[in-house]
């Protein structure tokens, strides 16, 4: 079955330095890969996406996450993490359930910075 | 840019209570979505819909229930609210395509059941 893992639920970061969220998926063909950010009493918001070609995707924000198809990992950086980084982020993984879109979602973690 | 928008913010309703959470979409999406977000638990699937009137139960519709009588509406209905059901609820709409389903969410209901 499908799954997503983000092993870290909570990680504290001084502001300016990087920044790594780690994401394993379990998924039997090349799956569609996303990172969402959710902002304190807010909705998601997508940072980037994977769908195929150039592995290293950017996103909005600084934002950037590489596809590594032999650790079936999706991990989040940003150089130099800002204060109003601080927030929850989800791993997302798509590409089954045809045309109906379904996602499956990491439990996020939780990003703290420090200033 | 896509636009979900949700009812409430916030709503508080005491145990028994039928709640309606109503969510639009206005970029004429197919499918929509309902999770709940626990802390720690994530987001997990309620219903969700691919067609005005089609529904389909996620990974946790006991005690829920949905209608979608307009493409542009879903509502989530919780026929006798329980503490339990005491959440963040979002909304999320998204193309009916193969290759591609970014779904773009709502602001979030946080529902406080008495």
């Known amino acids: 079955a499908q799954s997503v893992t983000q092993p870290d639920i909570h990680i504290t970061v001084s502001e300016g330095a990087s920044l790594e969220l780690r994401c394993n998926y379990s998924?039997?063909?090349?799956?569609?890969l996303f990172w969402y950010v959710q902002s304190p009493g807010q909705g998601l918001q997508l940072l980037l996406k994977?769908?195929?070609?150039?592995?290293l995707v950017q996103g909005i924000k600084g934002f950037e996450a590489e596809f590594k198809r032999s650790q079936s990992s999706f991990n989040l950086r940003k150089p130099s993490v800002h204060w109003s980084d601080a927030a929850e982020y989800f791993c997302?993984?798509?590409?089954?359930?045809?045309?109906?879109?379904?996602?499956?979602f990491g439990k996020g973690t939780k990003l703290s910075v420090k200033p | 840019d896509v636009k979900v928008t949700q009812s409430s913010r916030y709503l508080v309703k005491r145990t028994g209570e039928k709640v309606f959470l109503e969510c639009v979409q206005d970029?004429?999406?197919?499918?929509m979505f309902w999770y709940r977000q626990d802390p720690g638990l994530g987001l997990r699937l309620i219903y969700f819909?691919?067609?005005?009137?089609?529904?389909e139960k996620g990974d946790i519709p006991e005690g829920y229930s949905v209608s979608r009588e307009k493409k542009e509406r879903f509502s989530l209905i919780l026929e006798s609210a329980s503490t339990n059901q005491t959440s963040m609820y979002l909304c999320?709409?998204?193309?009916?395509?193969?290759?591609?389903?970014?779904?773009?969410f709502g602001p979030g209901t946080r529902l406080t059941v008495l």
């Open positions: 999320a709409s998204s193309l009916a395509s193969l290759d591609y389903n970014e779904q773009f």
């Open positions: 997302a993984v798509g590409g089954y359930g045809g045309s109906q879109g379904n996602l499956i």
């Open positions: 819909s691919y067609d005005v009137k089609m529904k």
């Open positions: 998924y039997g063909a090349t799956p569609y």
């Open positions: 994977y769908f195929s070609g150039d592995t």
């Open positions: 970029m004429d999406h197919e499918n």
